[in-house]
């Protein structure tokens, strides 16, 4: 090989058809509440994923012993309830295809349509949210649509939400979460795991990069302290090798490199990516 594809995910060169899991990117930031620049999140984790092994000691697997075909990003032409349909439209076709799509964003609205084809494709499925914040706002500065209610959207979809993580939220919002929600401010048990998989339903996994510290990851556009330590993340998601057959999809948002340092949010949101595929992979 005498040339190498930095525009893509690591090791992302198979084609759609021969692919297992698809990556795409959403790169939308239009209702970011505090700084800008999540449109930038997919490119750049991508470029940082070209820093990491291929191989996860932990799992004992490796990136280049799995089928995936990296789609580039979603078109950005048009407004935000244009570009909500094509992300569904697209993210519906993928699963539609028996593949499982990996969505890096972008802000965490974008979760949405995702979660929206998830519905349309199986009907009866469960969500686990990483996150420093509820996101369970009806509205916010009256957009429905906006990241700060992302999760009570996805509430009008399904009951079944298990928040973690969560530090962040006005009154309302946590008095949602407590009442509708399985929330916590904590990372999951083995216990919590054991309850979703009694469900016995796919499941959708969102990842906002922001439930991490921002002393380990700076670049994000709603930065809240008291967070997480990357290993504590990595280590809960090990957890989810248990209910690896139904998981139907995942992303990570809200990366915003503007704001970073030295790459390292960026290479963090790629070594999740990674840990992911290999923890649900065959």
Not at 78 to 102: C, T
Not at 111 to 138: G, N, W
């Amino acid at each position: 090989m005498y040339f190498e594809d930095y525009s893509k995910f690591l090791t992302a060169y198979d084609t759609f058809n021969d692919a297992d899991f698809v990556i795409f990117g959403i790169p939308f930031d239009a209702t970011t509440s505090y700084k800008p620049g999540a449109r930038f999140g997919p490119d750049e984790v991508r470029n940082a994923s070209w820093g990491l092994e291929t191989f996860s000691p932990i799992l004992k697997k490796d990136l280049i012993d799995v089928k995936i075909c990296d789609k580039y990003n979603l078109l950005m032409e048009g407004n935000q309830s244009e570009i909500i349909n094509r992300a569904y439209s697209a993210s519906k076709d993928i699963l539609e295809a028996k593949k499982i799509p990996v969505m890096i964003g972008g802000e965490h609205s974008v979760t949405y349509p995702v979660v929206k084809a998830v519905k349309s494709v199986y009907d009866d499925f469960a969500v686990i949210h990483f996150d420093a914040h509820c996101d369970l706002r009806e509205e916010y500065m009256g957009n429905e649509q906006s990241h700060a209610s992302v999760i009570r959207r996805t509430y009008d979809l399904t009951k079944d939400i298990f928040q973690f993580g969560i530090r962040s939220g006005d009154q309302d919002e946590w008095e949602f979460g407590w009442e509708n929600t399985n929330i916590s401010m904590e990372m999951p048990t083995k216990d919590d795991i054991k309850k979703i998989k009694e469900l016995e339903k796919p499941i959708y996994v969102t990842i906002d990069i922001d439930v991490l510290d921002p002393a380990f990851v700076p670049g994000t556009g709603t930065p809240e302290p008291c967070g997480f330590t990357p290993k504590e993340l990595i280590n809960s998601l090990y957890l989810l090798e248990e209910i690896k057959e139904k998981i139907v999809g995942f992303d990570v948002v809200e990366v915003s490199p503007h704001y970073d340092i030295g790459k390292i949010t960026s290479v963090t949101a790629a070594k999740i990516i990674r840990e992911l595929i290999l923890t649900i992979s065959k």
